[in-house]
């Protein structure tokens, strides 16, 4: 818009200065003279047409030279991320029954639950509604979303508050003395 | 008439902003017409480069962080990840020795026209005031990609002013943060970029231009002398438009001149400081040439 207005500024400052020209040129003839510098400046209005819009145009294009990079660079690039399938999180001993902790995955976080002795569940760690991290409950048994008091059971099923969908399910694998989460594929 | 033109919604805004004794303003504002008048573009060359830097210093702060683990880091994700990133820090880095280059011939332009001269002194000193805020911006802003150099020159500059005498010690532990040149310096020094400087120096810029506004612009004196002796009055040129259109070609020409050294010659980024290795030997700002 600011480009606009420049070039308004300055078409019109050279206008005028080509219309007081004009007048001078026209106002010293006269008879055939006038005639031919009319015909003259027919031309010449037509190349400072011409020149008028070359100008402008190369004006213009070489400030938005100067935007279009501004503008993308504010545009985040996108960082391939390496996607996750399995991580490690931890040793059997470190979880008590009915307890849960958030565990690393990949760059998100998830929610590792020793149910009981032998029972585990993990989930995705980000509730459904708005992004927050949930955490287990073990006075009542269930995922609790602290932000908006979302509740899902221990099947990531929605009980209670706005969460829309359950969360997401990942797979529990013992190895030994160690536990793997890995994402649920299908 | 101009009140004849206007439009309902012209009408509006000048109800509430007065926009016509601002338009009376600058219809009156003139600039004096001598064989010196073109140094008079560069006080305004400089406010353009200034404008940029901060316009180019925003986009910047999307990306930068001020951390000694994070600040080389981000500086090179910027150059090398983000779209234009390499062509905004050249911009920025080109623009800041641009402007103090245009601010220094608007200051001599101003000494060897005598322009100084009473009525005028506060707009001297407060442009003496915005030179040095100018170079505080170079010296605060060259730290923070925290390189090899950056890291040097802040260590030489802060024992420069360390020694000083009764203030220096006092003075460069001030500005390192601590004994020594290390994170809380970065963390200092980005603060003074960023909020400090450019706060005071919007303050004094907004004196400086009221002042020039006030005064009007000056003649030298041997055009003073020449027109009394003469009898005549200095011929003068309006500043809008006429004024006005030069000096946007000027900007015009100093982003031209600007964009090609940027593009040309890019800024280069050299190594991450280490505070625990040695000076290399030839180390000196002309590594970012």
Not at chain 2, 267 to 276: G, N, R, T, V
Request: overall charge positive.
């Amino acid at each position: 818009m600011l480009a606009t207005l420049q070039l308004r500024c300055l078409k019109k400052g050279f206008l005028e200065t080509r219309k007081a020209h004009l007048t001078f040129n026209l106002g010293s003839s006269e008879g055939q003279a006038r005639l031919r510098l009319t015909w003259r400046d027919l031309c010449r209005k037509n190349a400072v047409r011409c020149c008028d819009g070359c100008w402008e145009g190369g004006f213009t294009a070489s400030v938005l030279s100067f935007v279009y990079p501004a503008i993308k660079f504010m545009n985040p690039p996108a960082i391939p991320e390496a996607s996750t399938n399995e991580v490690s999180a931890g040793k059997v001993d470190g979880f008590k029954p009915n307890s849960g902790r958030i565990v690393k995955f990949g760059s998100r976080p998830a929610l590792l639950i020793r149910v009981n002795e032998s029972e585990w569940r993990a989930y995705s760690g980000i509730c459904t509604h708005l992004n927050c991290t949930v955490q287990f409950q073990e006075s009542t048994r269930q995922i609790w979303c602290a932000c908006h008091n979302g509740y899902y059971d221990l099947n990531g099923k929605v009980v209670s508050g706005p969460p829309p969908r359950p969360l997401e399910e990942y797979a529990v694998r013992i190895r030994g003395e160690e536990i793997v989460i890995t994402r649920q594929t299908g | 008439m101009m009140s004849e033109r206007k439009s309902g919604l012209g009408n509006w805004f000048d109800e509430r902003l007065g926009l016509d004794a601002i338009r009376q303003f600058i219809a009156h504002k003139t600039v004096p017409l001598h064989s010196a008048t073109p140094w008079y573009y560069f006080g305004g060359i400089t406010l353009f480069l200034f404008v940029l830097q901060v316009l180019t210093g925003v986009l910047l702060l999307l990306y930068y962080r001020p951390t000694p683990s994070e600040a080389y880091e981000s500086v090179q994700f910027i150059v090398t990840r983000v779209q234009f990133g390499w062509l905004v820090r050249s911009i920025h880095s080109w623009s800041a020795n641009l402007m103090i280059l245009a601010a220094f011939i608007h200051m001599f332009s101003v000494v060897f026209l005598r322009s100084y001269r009473k009525s005028r002194e506060l707009t001297w000193l407060s442009g003496v005031v915005l030179l040095g805020l100018a170079l505080a911006f170079g010296f605060s802003g060259y730290l923070l990609p925290w390189n090899t150099v950056s890291y040097f020159a802040t260590k030489v500059g802060t024992d420069m002013a360390a020694s000083l005498p009764w203030i220096g010690e006092p003075l460069a532990r001030f500005l390192r943060g601590g004994e020594d040149v290390g994170g809380a310096t970065l963390t200092r020094f980005f603060g003074f970029h960023v909020a400090v400087l450019p706060g005071l120096a919007t303050l004094f810029l907004l004196l400086h231009l009221g002042l020039v506004q006030r005064h009007g612009i000056s003649s030298p004196p041997r055009v003073e002398e020449e027109h009394r002796r003469r009898g005549t009055a200095i011929p003068q040129m309006p500043f809008f438009p006429n004024f006005f259109l030069r000096e946007l070609m000027a900007w015009y020409a100093a982003l031209g001149v600007l964009g090609s050294l940027a593009a040309i010659f890019p800024w280069e980024l050299c190594d991450k400081a280490d505070p625990f290795a040695s000076a290399p030997a030839g180390i000196r700002p002309e590594c970012y040439q």
